[in-house]
């Protein structure tokens, strides 16, 4: 939607690497760095680099409105569970594979201008250990 003001986003916080069997937690901080107070939607998107199965190429995982004064920060936390990261296989099954993880905030689904403007903030993660089967979809 329209905003009378923006935002920066930056310091990522995240485990570089987890198991196929933890649930990952983000941070970021949000900075109203426009001249009014405003409302932002911070919008979490994972990306699966090198997936063997069709997923999307920036999955929706998490939405949070905040409100921040002019000049103001906050600091924004989200927690994905296994299934919040797992993708379909072939035999149908959610599955949290070992395999490296792209992970993006912002107020906006991400794309190459708003990543070099800082209006994303942007990190990998990697997902280590054997797959784990969540469930079955059948």
């Known amino acids: 939607g329209l905003s009378y003001t923006s935002f920066a986003y930056s310091d990522l916080a995240v485990r570089k690497q987890i198991n196929t069997d933890d649930d990952l ?40 409105r905040i409100h921040l004064d002019t000049g103001k920060k906050k600091t924004v936390k989200f927690k994905l569970s296994e299934n919040e990261l797992s993708v379909i ?20 689904q991400p794309d190459d201008e708003s990543l ?11 997902i280590v250990g054997e797959p784990l089967i969540i469930d079955r979809l059948d």
């Open 25 to 64: 937690e983000i941070e970021v901080t949000v900075l109203n760095t426009g001249d009014y107070p405003g409302d932002e939607v911070v919008q979490l998107y994972i990306k699966h680099i090198g997936s063997s199965y069709p997923v999307p190429i920036h999955a929706l995982k998490g939405i949070k």
């Open 89 to 108: 296989d072939d035999e149908n099954q959610r599955v949290v594979l070992p395999g490296e993880l792209q992970i993006f905030l912002g107020g906006k």
């Open 116 to 126: 070099k403007t800082g209006k994303i903030a942007e990190t990998k993660v990697q």
